[in-house]
């Protein structure tokens, strides 16, 4: 887990391995359940604060605003979108979500009766002289039974009561009252298990709403209290369960885009909108993801027609993939997303607009006028194009930034409402600035020369250093923890974690989108083939795997066969041969099928990366059986449990004869096996999970069923199980 603390004894040869252990995330002894309850109200406490400052956010003049700045968030906060619908941004109340579900709701209805007629005009052309005989196959509810159905299942109380399964209301322990929808014991069915064989770890979403309630029969107790658990996982997804709540519209997604544009012109508020929305169609999947659909069936059944309105402000919305509030998305191939990495400019277009905006501005300047003719492509065009270059001042990068660096967008339209932003320079004088930041040729852009390596590397030493100074006065001694390097910034002007635009927190890599010769850019190794396992060499030095974007020498004479450098073997995908046999131990367990000898590699530990609080969510589960997730630090956990390799089957031992070792491939945190020992095919491979007592005395020692949550609690199976007993004495 996330903050395991100190382990008991591990065997691990990482140097900060107490980061880092094998999740036994949703173990329900009580000092878990008290920590899960902890972070759940650290995390609840610092949303409630994040909240809070989004909601006074305000847009100061000067400042930079960050293309994600613009994303549709899920906040009452003051959006431009709103503005393009011709009214001002509001804040709601829980007043105003009902009003607007009200209103989203009249439009369903009225969409889903036009659909029904439609439907039955279909039918009767299809069946026109049908009488409601079904002799042919074509079966029809009779009057009665419909009624019959009516009567009995379109009141979902009614239907419950029939079923003996009553709403329940109850009190969990230190928390607020909740209703819990129940729902009917599901029907016996067989187990079905199965793992997705991978060979590279895979990045998942987190998973907001649960799909579907658990097969309550897998749950191996005779006594489980459903509507406890019921409550329980409403709880623990914040977009709840699917199709338990108020999914009174099932619809398919034509209708419900149907239901869109129908509400969508009497729209004050596309927040509020949004959340009456989800509060109907809870279905449509998360909170986050509603625009991004929105954007796909416009496209699907505006049936040529696209508004170009609507299209206009759909892309304002843009894609909350990009967000950090599904923090994996970020993660996807990015040196294939980013393939101008290693240049040191980007490219933008400047439309030179019709009016002045001032008597400042930048058209009234003859200078300027005549240094911009070095920036066209023909004569006539009304369009300057520039290299600029990423490495520019300081004192510009504020201003360029939010000029240059929104909305991903490459011409920049009108160039004198930026500069009013900036207010404490002129519009010429801006103007200016951004002609001194840039060439008129890519020739000129690329003449500026990568510095050595060891020049570089004596930066890059530098900065660290003095990073690490400032670190320890404000940390106080504390421990340098694992972090996510995979935050790569893409911005002008220079780096650090003091810098605005920067979201690099110790240092930039290679897959970061500044300048070359940032100075905080780790620059990799320069080391000699084969010798790149030695602590001198940068890479191992911070944890990295050697990357080709870096690390020419070493990686000079690889082949896909042999690998010329050691410190490659994750980005490999090496794995030796191991298969699953019955443990000495528990269950299944890992068996060496050839021999190996010591601090050999065997291979990845790979599996569905999540977030940490997605690891949590699913961990609740694993405690009622098993669990397969590795926890790094704050990076995310790895969950082996539905995909992985065969490195899932390695059992917990005080003695291992196998350690772990975390390393960074192109920037993520991903786990590797390694061998204590030389050993011989056929033994079996251990390691040390590093458990928290309480977590090995749970899953080492309690059998599953055990494991189970009586959260309506214990007392009555107790005072059962005494009544049983004095019988049996008297008896
Ligand atoms: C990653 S899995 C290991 C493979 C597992 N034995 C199987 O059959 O799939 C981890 C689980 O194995 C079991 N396990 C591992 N080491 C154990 C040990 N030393 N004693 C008891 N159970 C162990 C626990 O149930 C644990 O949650």
């Given at each position: 887990?996330?903050?395991t603390?100190?382990?008991?004894?591990?065997?691990?040869?990482?140097?900060?391995?107490?980061d880092?252990?094998?999740?036994?995330?949703?173990?329900?002894?009580?000092?878990?359940?008290?920590?899960v309850?902890?972070?759940?109200?650290?995390?609840?406490?610092?949303?409630?604060k994040k909240?809070?400052?989004?909601?006074?956010?305000?847009?100061?003049?000067?400042?930079?605003?960050?293309?994600?700045?613009?994303?549709?968030?899920?906040?009452?906060?003051?959006l431009?979108?709103?503005?393009y619908?011709?009214?001002?941004?509001?804040?709601?109340s829980?007043a105003?979500i009902?009003?607007?579900?009200?209103?989203?709701?009249?439009?369903?209805?009225?969409?889903?009766?036009e659909?029904?007629?439609?439907?039955?005009?279909?039918?009767?052309?299809?069946?026109?002289?049908?009488?409601?005989?079904d002799?042919?196959?074509?079966?029809?509810?009779?009057d009665?039974?419909d009624?019959?159905?009516?009567?009995?299942?379109?009141?979902?109380?009614?239907?419950?009561?029939?079923?003996?399964?009553v709403?329940?209301?109850?009190?969990?322990t230190?928390?607020?009252?909740?209703?819990?929808?129940?729902v009917?014991?599901?029907?016996?069915?067989?187990?079905?298990?199965f793992?997705?064989?991978?060979?590279?770890n895979?990045?998942?979403?987190?998973?907001?709403?649960?799909?579907?309630?658990p097969q309550?029969?897998?749950?191996p107790?005779?006594?489980l209290?459903y509507d406890?658990?019921?409550?329980f996982?409403?709880?623990?997804?914040?977009?709840?369960?699917?199709?338990?709540?108020?999914?009174?519209?099932?619809?398919s997604?034509?209708?419900?885009?149907?239901t869109l544009?129908?509400?969508?012109?009497?729209?004050?508020?596309?927040?509020?909108?949004y959340?009456?929305?989800?509060?109907?169609?809870?279905?449509?999947?998360?909170?986050?993801?509603?625009p991004?659909m929105?954007h796909?069936?416009?496209?699907?059944?505006?049936?040529?027609?696209v508004?170009?309105?609507?299209?206009?402000?759909?892309?304002?919305?843009?894609?909350p993939?990009?967000?950090?509030?599904?923090?994996?998305?970020?993660?996807?191939?990015?040196?294939?997303?980013?393939?101008?990495?290693?240049?040191n400019?980007?490219?933008?277009?400047?439309?030179?607009?019709?009016?002045?905006?001032?008597?400042?501005?930048?058209?009234?300047d003859?200078?300027l006028?005549?240094?911009?003719k070095?920036?066209?492509?023909?004569?006539?065009?009304?369009?300057?194009?520039?290299c600029?270059l990423?490495s520019?001042?300081?004192?510009?990068?504020?201003?360029?930034?939010?000029?240059?660096?929104?909305?991903?967008?490459d011409?920049?339209?009108?160039?004198?409402?930026t500069?009013?932003?900036?207010?404490?320079?002129?519009?010429a004088?801006?103007?200016?600035?951004l002609?001194?930041?840039a060439?008129?040729?890519?020739?000129?852009?690329?003449?500026?020369?990568?510095?050595?390596?060891?020049?570089?590397?004596?930066?890059?030493?530098?900065?660290?250093?003095e990073?690490?100074?400032?670190?320890?006065e404000?940390n106080?001694?504390?421990?340098?923890?694992?972090e996510?390097y995979?935050t790569h910034?893409?911005?002008?002007?220079?780096c650090?974690?003091?810098?605005?635009?920067?979201?690099?927190?110790?240092?930039c890599?290679?897959f970061c989108?500044?300048?070359?010769?940032?100075?905080?850019?780790f620059p990799?190794?320069?080391?000699?083939?084969?010798?790149?396992?030695a602590?001198?060499?940068?890479?191992n030095?911070?944890d990295?795997?050697?990357s080709?974007?870096?690390?020419?020498q070493?990686?000079?004479?690889?082949?896909?066969?042999?690998?010329?450098?050691?410190n490659?073997?994750?980005?490999?995908?090496?794995?030796?041969?191991i298969?699953?046999?019955?443990?000495s131990?528990?269950g299944n367990?890992?068996?060496?099928?050839?021999?190996?000898?010591?601090?050999?590699?065997?291979?990845?530990?790979?599996?569905e990366?999540?977030?940490s609080?997605?690891?949590?969510?699913?961990g609740?589960?694993?405690?009622?059986?098993?669990?397969y997730?590795?926890?790094?630090a704050?990076?995310?956990d790895?969950?082996?449990?539905?995909?992985?390799?065969?490195?899932?089957?390695?059992?917990?031992?005080?003695?291992?004869?196998?350690?772990?070792?975390?390393?960074?491939?192109?920037?993520?945190?991903?786990?590797?096996?390694?061998?204590?020992?030389?050993?011989k095919?056929?033994?079996?491979?251990?390691?040390?999970?590093?458990?928290?007592?309480?977590?090995?005395?749970?899953?080492?020692?309690?059998?599953?069923?055990?494991r189970?949550?009586r959260?309506?609690?214990d007392?009555?199976?107790?005072?059962?199980?005494?009544?049983?007993?004095?019988?049996?004495?008297?008896?």
């Amino acid at each position: 887990m996330t903050d395991t603390p100190p382990m008991k004894k591990c065997a691990h040869r990482t140097r900060r391995s107490s980061d880092v252990s094998l999740s036994a995330t949703g173990a329900s002894t009580p000092s878990n359940q008290q920590s899960v309850k902890r972070r759940v109200s650290a995390a609840s406490s610092a949303n409630e604060k994040k909240k809070q400052k989004r909601n006074s956010y305000e847009p100061k003049k000067d400042q930079y605003i960050h293309p994600y700045d613009h994303i549709f968030h899920w906040s009452d906060r003051k959006l431009n979108v709103n503005s393009y619908l011709g009214v001002k941004s509001l804040r709601y109340s829980g007043a105003d979500i009902k009003l607007e579900e009200e209103r989203i709701e009249l439009a369903a209805e009225a969409v889903v009766k036009e659909n029904k007629e439609f439907v039955d005009k279909e039918f009767a052309t299809l069946f026109p002289d049908d009488n409601s005989d079904d002799s042919d196959g074509d079966y029809r509810l009779s009057d009665d039974e419909d009624v019959a159905d009516d009567e009995n299942y379109s009141d979902s109380e009614k239907y419950f009561e029939k079923a003996k399964y009553v709403p329940l209301t109850f009190t969990v322990t230190g928390e607020t009252k909740i209703t819990v929808p129940t729902v009917r014991k599901p029907y016996e069915t067989t187990k079905m298990r199965f793992v997705e064989p991978l060979t590279e770890n895979v990045y998942r979403n987190d998973q907001l709403q649960l799909t579907h309630y658990p097969q309550f029969d897998e749950f191996p107790v005779d006594d489980l209290d459903y509507d406890a658990v019921t409550a329980f996982l409403h709880r623990t997804f914040p977009n709840g369960v699917h199709g338990s709540w108020r999914n009174k519209f099932e619809t398919s997604d034509e209708m419900f885009y149907k239901t869109l544009m129908a509400v969508l012109p009497g729209t004050k508020n596309l927040d509020l909108l949004y959340h009456a929305l989800f509060n109907i169609f809870p279905s449509y999947d998360a909170l986050e993801e509603v625009p991004k659909m929105f954007h796909r069936l416009h496209k699907k059944y505006s049936n040529g027609k696209v508004d170009s309105e609507i299209l206009e402000l759909l892309d304002s919305l843009k894609d909350p993939m990009k967000t950090k509030s599904l923090p994996y998305f970020k993660k996807f191939p990015f040196d294939v997303k980013y393939p101008d990495t290693r240049k040191n400019f980007i490219v933008r277009y400047i439309k030179i607009t019709e009016e002045a905006c001032s008597e400042n501005c930048y058209l009234h300047d003859d200078e300027l006028a005549t240094r911009m003719k070095g920036f066209f492509d023909h004569p006539d065009s009304k369009e300057l194009t520039l290299c600029i270059l990423k490495s520019t001042k300081r004192q510009y990068s504020d201003f360029l930034n939010t000029l240059l660096m929104r909305d991903d967008k490459d011409v920049v339209k009108n160039f004198c409402q930026t500069a009013k932003l900036f207010p404490k320079d002129s519009c010429a004088s801006w103007f200016k600035k951004l002609l001194d930041s840039a060439s008129a040729s890519y020739i000129d852009a690329m003449a500026f020369q990568q510095k050595s390596y060891a020049r570089r590397m004596e930066n890059f030493r530098h900065a660290q250093k003095e990073d690490k100074k400032k670190r320890r006065e404000q940390n106080k001694g504390e421990e340098d923890k694992y972090e996510d390097y995979t935050t790569h910034c893409d911005h002008l002007g220079p780096c650090g974690p003091g810098v605005k635009n920067c979201p690099c927190k110790r240092f930039c890599t290679v897959f970061c989108n500044c300048d070359f010769n940032c100075n905080r850019k780790f620059p990799g190794c320069e080391c000699p083939p084969g010798k790149c396992q030695a602590r001198q060499c940068p890479c191992n030095e911070m944890d990295f795997e050697c990357s080709e974007l870096t690390c020419r020498q070493c990686l000079e004479d690889d082949t896909p066969e042999l690998s010329s450098c050691d410190n490659y073997v994750m980005t490999k995908g090496d794995l030796k041969k191991i298969r699953v046999g019955k443990s000495s131990i528990a269950g299944n367990g890992a068996f060496l099928e050839e021999d190996v000898s010591k601090e050999e590699f065997l291979g990845e530990y790979v599996g569905e990366r999540v977030s940490s609080e997605e690891g949590e969510r699913r961990g609740i589960f694993y405690r009622l059986n098993i669990s397969y997730t590795f926890a790094l630090a704050d990076s995310g956990d790895v969950d082996a449990m539905r995909a992985g390799n065969v490195l899932r089957f390695l059992n917990n031992s005080d003695e291992p004869n196998c350690y772990i070792k975390y390393n960074y491939v192109k920037g993520d945190l991903r786990i590797g096996f390694y061998t204590l020992k030389a050993m011989k095919a056929g033994e079996e491979l251990f390691i040390d999970y590093c458990y928290k007592p309480d977590d090995a005395a749970m899953f080492f020692n309690v059998a599953p069923c055990d494991r189970v949550p009586r959260i309506k609690d214990d007392i009555p199976i107790k005072e059962e199980k005494k009544k049983n007993q004095t019988k049996k004495q008297k008896k």
